[in-house]
């Protein structure tokens, strides 16, 4: 008999509390908040995959995550395409785009690397900034449907839709995280030339990885115009966004695949809180702060602390 | 023990009565609630400060007098942080869990925007702040947005700049507009309305919104010999054109048009002199043909609450039209003894309002329904000194004709 893993129990079960939440929760700011979180929980992944697996910095994500947007926009303005159709050409675009950046900066290393990926971000800023097809700097406007069938509401359906891409993205992240290929990322974070002279393909696993990356995060960027219904180059590359997407892996652990997923979890559902109870500027701080106590005091993150915990005990039994 | 925790719990029960009773005395029931979210921080912090501030007279000064419909006004409001990520669940939470009566928006167009759609399929009463154009493309009849800028508001904003321009028989014009949001829409209405003048446009391009330094681009629009300058710009842009302006001395005969942040106090007292001569929009400026009933005694109350809270000191600017949209809201709620919205959107539109900054009449796209977007010329500015800004005569407006307070100095550097 074949023998199921917890794993794909775990996210059926996921799955089905989204979709019973959907059916019974009548308080529509869930499906709002949840849409961010799980916005956010995407973008943890992507990151994770390239800065955590395979220890290579990015400070791009908020370009990736713009191109992802402005991509649809393009199409939507274009031809009226399904949503899915425009998640999934935002992918394939960001994936490609991820591909090259991979080409040209990853000869490059360390804190080279990061700025690199900061200045592509720029440039392409730049770029829609001055394209006024998707609405240039003054912006685009999105018209979303009243209503869609199958749920009771626009974000309901949107926040379904994130939800599957969420699952489908951290299965993607423990794929690599657990196999061979995964193997070869880390070697490469632990010492590349070393990786290099034991044989691994270092350059066809980190252009995987880039792509992974910018795939993901063009995953999580196609729906956002749709979420907000208006986006403009400011709110599409901002830096908070590309902040939030270091600091959730960081904060969970970077060195599984569930550390970003549990980073996200708890950083972009005490976010949502704080926006409706203490004020959304405070957000910022407790990113920052959070973040500093994470790198000074636990720089392996929760999954570290729970690791050397764990580790502790057992030791302490023996 | 018993008996003094009883006593202590009594005590505190007269104390929250004692505390309430003045404002319940004069109101009874439920109160009712108004929604919205503020750019509190972020880029337009400092605005979406004094808006809020601007609400809170209003919200007093009503409650004051009794309250909407005899009940009291409370507002429910979140910081959206001049983030538009975060402005559609603050406007479900306020519709489907704080349960508010109305909604009014958030400051600036970008945390507008987001909100419409949400405000659109609960059917509420929208009222806007500072929103340009935004209705264009969802068209929704139950929105009204309060700054004057008319009902084609890219294009009237600057209508006044270029008529000056046509009084004066200029012939050519250089413009120059930051690579965002207000300033493109800004810098696109002045394009229309010189091609629809018949000016030979002598140079059009952008700028990051980050310059600061305009020398270079300054010297590159001289070089062109314009008559007219119109620049489209932010604040920290504004401070360094004016500067740069005037180390330059430029020759154009007309200079300024729509320059975000000389409205502001604290610029204005930073430039002093070097504003002298520039003509740039506003929207309230102390003048005799703008002193409408109540604006003074508003102002009054708003600069000695924004003492000391970071925020703009004078209030000319957004401030009375934060209490404006409020008036507009409060007054149609008296008029229908109605919280019903379809009711409310009706009355709005066919009703002028009196308020702190005029009759307020809107048009059908929720717009005003004919621009009063001031072009006024600063005069006489001495240095380092924030109240001679109060006086009348050191902005003088030149258009719309029906609130001229004044002719132009002309040119702009004699």
Same mark, same amino acid.
């Given at each position: 008999m074949m023998k199921i893993s917890g794993f794909w129990i775990g996210i059926v079960l996921m799955l089905a509390a989204g979709f019973v939440l959907a059916g019974v929760a009548d308080n529509q700011f869930l499906f709002f908040a949840g849409y961010v979180i799980l916005q956010g929980l995407i973008m943890a992944v992507a990151w994770n995959v390239l800065g955590g697996f395979t220890g290579y910095v990015n400070f791009g994500s908020a370009g990736f995550f713009a191109i992802g947007a402005y991509t649809a926009i393009a199409l939507h303005q274009f031809a009226e395409l399904p949503l899915l159709v425009l998640i999934v050409i935002a992918g394939i675009v960001c994936g490609l785009i991820g591909l090259g950046t991979g080409y040209l900066t990853l000869r490059l290393r360390g804190v080279y690397f990061a700025i690199a990926t900061l200045a592509m971000a720029i440039v392409f800023e730049s770029l829609i900034t001055n394209w006024d097809y998707v609405g240039g700097s003054a912006g685009a406007y999105v018209i979303t449907p009243a209503e869609v069938p199958f749920f009771d509401s626009f974000i309901e359906m949107m926040f379904i839709l994130m939800l599957v891409l969420s699952l489908i993205c951290v299965a993607v992240s423990r794929y690599l995280s657990m196999s061979r290929m995964g193997r070869g990322l880390a070697s490469i974070r632990d010492d590349e030339t070393a990786a290099e002279?034991?044989? +691994?393909?270092t350059l066809r696993l980190k252009?995987?990885?880039?792509? +992974? =990356?910018?795939? =993901?995060?063009?995953?999580?960027g196609a729906p956002f115009p749709f979420f907000v219904t208006y986006i403009n180059p400011l709110s599409a590359f901002d830096l908070l966004i590309a902040v939030n997407a270091i600091a959730m892996p960081m904060i969970g652990g970077t060195a599984v695949w569930f550390g970003p997923v549990i980073g996200a979890l708890l950083l972009g559902t005490i976010q949502q809180i704080v926006t409706v109870t203490i004020s959304s500027e405070l957000n910022i701080l407790i990113v920052g702060v959070v973040l500093i106590a994470f790198v000074a005091l636990a720089p392996r993150g929760i999954v570290g602390l729970f690791q050397d915990f764990a580790r502790k005990r057992r030791e302490g039994g023996k | 023990m018993r008996f003094f925790r009883q006593l202590v719990l009594a005590i505190a029960a007269l104390a929250v009565v004692v505390a309430y009773s003045p404002q319940v005395s004069a109101q009874s029931g439920k109160p009712i609630k108004i929604g919205f979210s503020m750019a509190l921080t972020g880029v337009l912090g400092a605005g979406g400060k004094s808006a809020l501030i601007a609400m809170?007279?209003?919200?007093?000064d009503v409650n004051k007098k009794g309250g909407l419909l005899g009940r009291p006004v409370e507002l429910v409001y979140y910081d959206d942080a001049t983030t538009p990520a975060k402005v559609p669940a603050i406007y479900t939470k306020l519709l489907n869990v704080d349960k508010v009566d109305l909604v009014v928006s958030s400051y600036g167009t970008d945390v507008i925007a987001p909100a419409m759609p949400i405000v659109m399929r609960s059917g509420k009463v929208f009222l806007g702040l500072f929103g340009l154009d935004v209705n264009h493309k969802f068209k929704y009849d139950r929105y009204f947005q309060i700054m004057p800028a008319g009902p084609n508001p890219a294009q009237d904003w600057s209508r006044g700049f270029f008529d000056i321009a046509k009084e004066k028989g200029l012939k050519s014009v250089a413009i120059a507009g930051a690579d965002a949001e207000f300033a493109q829409n800004a810098v696109k209405g002045a394009r229309a309305n010189a091609k629809q003048d018949k000016l030979n446009i002598v140079y059009d391009k952008s700028f990051p919104p980050s310059t600061a330094d305009f020398t270079p681009i300054l010297r590159a629009i001289q070089a062109t010999n314009p008559d007219i300058i119109y620049f489209g710009s932010y604040p920290a842009n504004s401070v360094g054109i004016v500067k740069a302006a005037n180390e330059l001395g430029l020759k154009a005969k007309l200079v300024g048009g729509g320059m975000v942040g000389l409205q502001f106090a604290a610029i204005m007292k930073n430039l002093g002199p070097g504003l002298n001569n520039l003509v740039n929009y506003d929207f309230w400026v102390p003048a005799k043909t703008l002193k409408?009933?109540?604006i003074e005694e508003f102002l009054k109350k708003y600069q000695a609450a924004a003492a000391g809270k970071g925020v703009d000191l004078l209030g000319h600017y957004l401030p009375p039209?934060?209490?404006?949209?409020?008036?507009v809201l409060g007054q149609s709620v008296e008029a229908t003894k109605s919280l019903d919205d379809k009711k409310l959107a009706e009355y709005i539109h066919k009703t002028t309002f009196n308020t702190v900054v005029g009759p307020v009449k809107f048009g059908k796209n929720g717009e005003w329904a004919t621009s009063r977007a001031l072009m006024i010329q600063f005069r006489g500015i001495k240095a380092n000194n924030l109240d001679q800004f109060k006086m009348e005569g050191t902005r003088v407006v030149l258009k719309p004709d029906t609130v001229k307070s004044g002719d132009i100095m002309f040119p702009y550097k004699k």
């Open positions: 002279c034991m044989g +691994v393909p252009l995987i990885s880039t792509t +992974v =990356m910018g795939v =993901m995060m063009g995953v999580a | 809170e007279i209003w919200r007093d409408f009933p109540g039209w934060a209490y404006a949209y409020m008036q």
